[in-house]
């Protein structure tokens, strides 16, 4: 076999979607997945992989790839190999039985951030005309929900990064409240840390010195949960000390006067005694932003992933506003979206409460044109369902979902109280999940479907900075593999509403741009050789003589009135606060070599290596009062599990907090312990802030011995 022609694609990892060339030779080796990896530049993105990237290919050929569909028989029996057909008509029976005992919504779905948009959008389709249930959302919820919301009522529109990449990385100075991109997206650390004037400068919000806040000028290191009293703090500096852009906000804003009281009773000493932060480093990092030419505000999942999380985002962009940063050419507020498709995602129908083009179910005139696309009557269009955790906590309980259908998530690992999830899920009449690989979900389902990945499909992603990009197919699926559009094809084949699906994701793209036409995502002039020809295409594009959006808000707001919203909010401890039994914060992350669940990244040989294993970051002066040792087993208590993972001391942590990732299942899966309580507004979970106490595990083995005794 002679090598075969480049195909130019895209990282099938975080939302960055660095640019690739993929060439299939038989020369690089089963570790490489039979493929030459090189990265392109693409966009304002310089050609840099990270060693997720470098490594991707390898899963192509991996021996932990899923080849044919799987079936259980019975519960506690062995998943088998089965024809497509037997999966379909086993899933097929099932839903037919239980949604005529219990009715449609006794089915519901759960979606990924990291389908292409086609697969997104087609996965809301399903649901709501084939299934025809209200339940169905996906695990965005826990990574961009609140900072889509905040931006929501503030500028009126959510768009992750209103502004392209080379915009951050020509800014004076940037603000970066809760994100670690050295290790979560490493190529983007090129962007924030830019040569920037003696004057600028990247300042970091984060409980730990992160590689990135090493990185920084200045970095904010509050306790964890303290995040919205600290912009708060800032905002009153903003305002007390003259900084604010008096003339933008009278021209451009609303509800300053709102605002303004709450900021007032947050001065510098009292900020420092709820937040850790020194009053001088507040300071300093309001004169920085408010003094600089060009200015970035940016958020991540540490600020976001709270019960408070839309508040604590709408604080910052508060800030921003009172500095007249948001629609300012070369200034602005952005959220840093984590999941490959985390933005498009949510704009096309798999979230609980959206139709495509970024519509709410629940707008009349919205049902309408997206039920004229489909087809169907907008009556028989359900409601809105309730969010991914509300959804997964009622699984198999009365009048919830029997029966769940997964794609592209691993909620076993990445849900918060996961030990809770797994047992709603081994509740329920039939779980279905389709995969690449045997998941700890797919490990408990009931029919496992292998499913095609990205090197073997064609689609679109939508990047961090509202950018749709093109996927591009290397070669076809292996075995019996089929692509998601083909499974969800099938299914609805077996359910006898096939022509509600398309498998090609020309034609979905196509169907996709006329749902969302008109929609505040609006794709309706954006198509396949647009992309080609132009590296990509930002929304809004409503029609194909338009340019694209690539910067927002420069004349006016997506608001009635065009401008920007201040929204009053108030700071409130974290939901869970230490105590005596739990007198430690635990916050939880990334590592540089995995991603999110871990369920393909674990599988490569080189990032297993790499980061072979959970463990627990502990300050020495906490781990001295505990008796632990580098390396010593520490079992983490909080009030809904515990996990045992080996100590790692470091001093970039603050004393009272340590630190988890998540990646991993097993003793040290970090999700037993987080709080699944959620933010109001957004419904998402409380993943960076519980309570915990520390057990050394040679110390809880002797003393239950000398109690036994």
């Given at each position: 076999?002679?090598?075969?022609?480049?195909?130019?694609?895209?990282?099938?990892?975080?939302?960055?979607?660095?640019?690739?060339?993929?060439?299939?030779?038989?020369?690089?080796?089963?570790?490489?997945?039979?493929?030459?990896?090189?990265?392109?530049?693409?966009?304002?993105?310089?050609?840099?992989?990270?060693?997720?990237?470098?490594?991707?290919?390898?899963?192509?050929?991996?021996?932990?790839?899923?080849?044919?569909?799987?079936?259980?028989?019975?519960?506690?029996?062995?998943?088998?190999?089965?024809?497509?057909?037997?999966?379909?008509?086993?899933?097929?029976?099932?839903?037919?039985?239980?949604?005529?005992?219990?009715?449609?919504?006794?089915?519901?779905?759960?979606?990924?951030?990291?389908?292409?948009?086609?697969?997104?959008?087609?996965?809301?389709?399903?649901?709501?005309?084939?299934?025809?249930?209200?339940?169905?959302?996906?695990?965005?919820?826990?990574?961009?929900?609140?900072?889509?919301?905040?931006?929501?009522?503030?500028?009126?529109?959510?768009?992750?990064?209103?502004?392209?990449?080379?915009?951050?990385?020509?800014?004076?100075?940037?603000?970066?409240?809760?994100?670690?991109?050295?290790?979560?997206?490493?190529?983007?650390?090129?962007v924030l840390t830019a040569p920037r004037p003696d004057t600028g400068g990247l300042i970091v919000v984060d409980p730990r010195r992160t590689p990135?806040?090493?990185?920084?000028?200045?970095?904010?290191?509050?306790?964890?949960?303290?995040?919205?009293?600290?912009?708060?703090?800032?905002?009153?500096?903003?305002?007390?000390?003259?900084?604010?852009?008096?003339?933008?906000?009278?021209?451009?804003?609303?509800?300053?006067?709102?605002?303004?009281?709450?900021?007032?009773?947050?001065?510098?000493?009292?900020?420092?005694?709820?937040?850790?932060?020194?009053?001088?480093?507040?300071?300093?990092?309001?004169?920085?932003?408010?003094?600089?030419?060009?200015?970035?505000?940016?958020?991540?999942?540490?600020?976001?992933?709270?019960?408070?999380?839309?508040?604590?985002?709408?604080?910052?962009?508060?800030?921003?506003?009172?500095?007249?940063?948001?629609?300012?050419?070369?200034?602005?507020?952005?959220?840093?979206?984590?999941?490959?498709?985390?933005?498009?995602?949510?704009?096309?129908?798999?979230?609980?409460?959206?139709?495509?083009?970024?519509?709410?179910?629940?707008?009349?005139?919205?049902?309408?044109?997206?039920?004229?696309?489909?087809?169907?009557?907008?009556?028989?269009?359900?409601?809105?369902?309730?969010?991914?955790?509300?959804?997964?906590?009622?699984?198999?309980?009365?009048?919830?979902?029997?029966?769940?259908?997964?794609?592209?998530?691993?909620?076993?690992?990445?849900?918060?109280?996961?030990?809770?999830?797994?047992?709603?899920?081994?509740?329920?009449?039939?779980?279905?999940?389709?995969?690449?690989?045997?998941?700890?979900?797919?490990?408990?389902?009931?029919?496992?479907?292998?499913?095609?990945?990205?090197?073997?499909?064609?689609?679109?992603?939508?990047?961090?900075?509202?950018?749709?990009?093109?996927?591009?197919?290397?070669?076809?699926?292996?075995?019996?593999?089929?692509?998601?559009?083909e499974i969800m094809a099938g299914l609805a084949d077996a359910l006898g509403r096939g022509p509600a699906v398309e498998t090609e994701p020309a034609?979905?793209?196509?169907?996709?741009?006329?749902?969302?036409?008109?929609?505040?995502?609006?794709?309706?002039?954006?198509?396949?050789?647009?992309?080609?020809?132009?590296?990509?295409?930002?929304?809004?594009?409503?029609?194909?003589?338009?340019?694209?959006?690539?910067?927002?808000?420069?004349?006016?707001?997506?608001?009635?009135?065009?401008?920007?919203?201040?929204?009053?909010?108030?700071?409130?401890?974290?939901?869970?606060?230490?105590?005596?039994?739990?007198?430690?914060?635990?916050?939880?992350?990334?590592?540089?070599?995995?991603?999110?669940?871990?369920?393909?990244?674990?599988?490569?040989?080189?990032?297993?290596?790499?980061?072979?294993?959970?463990?627990?970051?502990?300050?020495?002066?906490?781990?001295?009062?505990?008796?632990?040792?580098?390396?010593?087993?520490?079992?983490?208590?909080?009030?809904?599990?515990?996990?045992?993972?080996?100590?790692?001391?470091?001093?970039?942590?603050?004393?009272?907090?340590?630190?988890?990732?998540?990646?991993?299942?097993?003793?040290?899966?970090?999700?037993?312990?987080?709080?699944?309580?959620?933010?109001?507004?957004?419904?998402?979970?409380?993943?960076?802030?519980?309570?915990?106490?520390?057990?050394?595990?040679?110390?809880?083995?002797?003393?239950?011995?000398?109690?036994?005794?």
């Amino acid at each position: 076999m002679s090598d075969s022609a480049p195909v130019a694609t895209h990282c099938p990892y975080c939302a960055l979607q660095c640019g690739m060339e993929l060439r299939a030779t038989p020369d690089s080796g089963p570790a490489s997945g039979g493929v030459l990896v090189a990265p392109r530049a693409h966009g304002d993105n310089a050609a840099a992989l990270c060693q997720k990237g470098w490594t991707a290919a390898s899963l192509l050929t991996s021996s932990d790839r899923l080849r044919t569909p799987l079936v259980r028989a019975l519960r506690g029996e062995a998943l088998a190999p089965v024809s497509w057909e037997r999966a379909f008509g086993t899933v097929a029976a099932t839903i037919a039985r239980v949604q005529a005992e219990h009715g449609p919504g006794a089915v519901a779905v759960l979606g990924g951030g990291g389908l292409t948009n086609e697969k997104a959008y087609v996965l809301g389709k399903f649901a709501r005309t084939v299934l025809r249930t209200p339940n169905i959302d996906y695990n965005g919820r826990f990574c961009m929900s609140s900072a889509a919301a905040a931006a929501n009522r503030a500028f009126g529109l959510d768009r992750g990064l209103p502004f392209p990449l080379g915009d951050i990385a020509a800014a004076d100075v940037v603000l970066l409240v809760g994100g670690n991109a050295a290790e979560t997206m490493p190529p983007f650390l090129r962007v924030l840390t830019a040569p920037r004037p003696d004057t600028g400068g990247l300042i970091v919000v984060d409980p730990r010195r992160t590689p990135t806040a090493e990185r920084a000028r200045l970095h904010l290191q509050p306790t964890p949960g303290t995040d919205l009293a600290l912009a708060l703090g800032m905002l009153h500096v903003a305002l007390v000390e003259g900084y604010a852009d008096t003339e933008y906000v009278a021209a451009r804003t609303n509800g300053l006067a709102g605002v303004r009281p709450i900021a007032m009773s947050y001065w510098p000493e009292r900020v420092e005694r709820i937040t850790g932060v020194p009053v001088a480093q507040q300071r300093e990092a309001v004169r920085l932003l408010a003094t600089a030419g060009r200015a970035m505000v940016l958020t991540g999942r540490g600020a976001e992933q709270h019960a408070k999380g839309t508040d604590t985002v709408s604080a910052f962009v508060n800030l921003a506003l009172a500095l007249g940063l948001p629609g300012t050419p070369g200034s602005g507020y952005g959220c840093l979206t984590g999941q490959g498709n985390g933005q498009g995602g949510r704009e096309h129908g798999q979230k609980a409460d959206q139709l495509p083009g970024y519509r709410r179910i629940d707008d009349p005139a919205a049902r309408a044109h997206v039920a004229a696309v489909w087809g169907v009557d907008p009556a028989d269009l359900p409601g809105p369902g309730p969010s991914a955790y509300e959804l997964l906590d009622s699984l198999g309980r009365p009048g919830g979902p029997r029966v769940l259908l997964v794609f592209g998530t691993n909620p076993v690992v990445s849900a918060p109280a996961a030990a809770r999830v797994e047992e709603r899920l081994a509740a329920l009449d039939l779980l279905v999940v389709a995969d690449l690989v045997r998941s700890e979900t797919a490990d408990l389902a009931d029919v496992v479907l292998p499913s095609a990945q990205w090197a073997e499909e064609d689609g679109t992603m939508t990047n961090l900075e509202g950018r749709v990009i093109r996927r591009r197919r290397l070669r076809p699926p292996p075995g019996q593999v089929r692509t998601d559009l083909e499974i969800m094809a099938g299914l609805a084949d077996a359910l006898g509403r096939g022509p509600a699906v398309e498998t090609e994701p020309a034609r979905v793209f196509a169907e996709l741009g006329r749902a969302s036409a008109g929609g505040p995502a609006d794709y309706a002039g954006i198509s396949y050789e647009r992309i080609d020809a132009e590296g990509g295409v930002f929304w809004p594009c409503p029609a194909p003589a338009h340019p694209g959006t690539p910067r927002m808000f420069l004349d006016r707001f997506a608001t009635p009135d065009g401008r920007a919203r201040f929204v009053p909010v108030d700071h409130r401890p974290a939901v869970e606060d230490v105590d005596a039994a739990y007198p430690v914060y635990l916050t939880t992350g990334r590592v540089l070599a995995q991603y999110q669940s871990g369920a393909q990244t674990r599988r490569v040989a080189a990032l297993a290596q790499a980061a072979p294993g959970p463990f627990v970051e502990v300050h020495p002066v906490l781990a001295e009062r505990h008796g632990i040792a580098e390396g010593d087993d520490v079992r983490v208590v909080s009030r809904r599990g515990v996990a045992v993972a080996p100590a790692r001391l470091t001093e970039t942590i603050r004393v009272d907090t340590v630190f988890m990732p998540f990646h991993w299942p097993g003793s040290g899966r970090a999700n037993v312990l987080t709080n699944p309580v959620l933010d109001p507004t957004s419904r998402m979970p409380e993943f960076k802030v519980c309570a915990v106490r520390l057990e050394p595990v040679g110390r809880v083995v002797r003393e239950r011995a000398e109690a036994s005794r």
